[in-house]
């Protein structure tokens, strides 16, 4: 059914006039037929299936290039969140370590605070993360928006037909 046109008033086949025509042919008054489905395809536009270990060694390699940006997103994000959130940990850290009823430790910087200070550098570390932790997210947001790497995912069907292979320009979808 791939790429075959057929009028049934006639009883024939409509190939002879349609050879001439692109494979998106127009009908009517300017509007674009879409092409047919690429399950139903043997071949043409999209590329003929792939055998079965073909497809398999496709799928593998695709299922490692996404699980690659995976890993490259969360280094990203581990990388922002810790940077970002280093203000807020470090007033936690030395609010813990100085108190006397938590670790009380014999640190140089233990001896410039008391109890009461310790409290509130505890109070103030936590104050600050809510916001901080909204700034991170925002960072690496835009920071996954604008090196564009949530559109380097290939989906595991381009595994099945030849002729489909990384292609980033095809189908843009905006996830964040």
Known sequence: MCGMDVDLDEGGTGDDERDQEDEFATAGEGVRMLPPPTAH??????????????CLAWGTGLLLWNITLVLACLLLMTVIFSLI??????????????????????????RYLDD?????????GFVMMSPLVVVAAATFC???????????????THAWYRGRGLGWGRDIRAWV
């Open 41 to 54: 395809c043997d071949g043409g536009v999209w590329g003929s299936r792939r055998g079965r270990c073909g």
């Open 85 to 110: 959130l280093m203000p807020a940990g470090l007033l936690l850290y030395a609010g813990f370590l100085c108190h006397s009823r938590v670790l009380a430790s014999p640190s140089g910087l233990c």
């Open 116 to 124: 009461n200070s310790c409290s509130a550098l505890i109070i103030l």
């Open 142 to 156: 835009g920071l996954l928006r604008r090196l564009r790497l949530l559109m380097l995912f290939q989906p595991i």
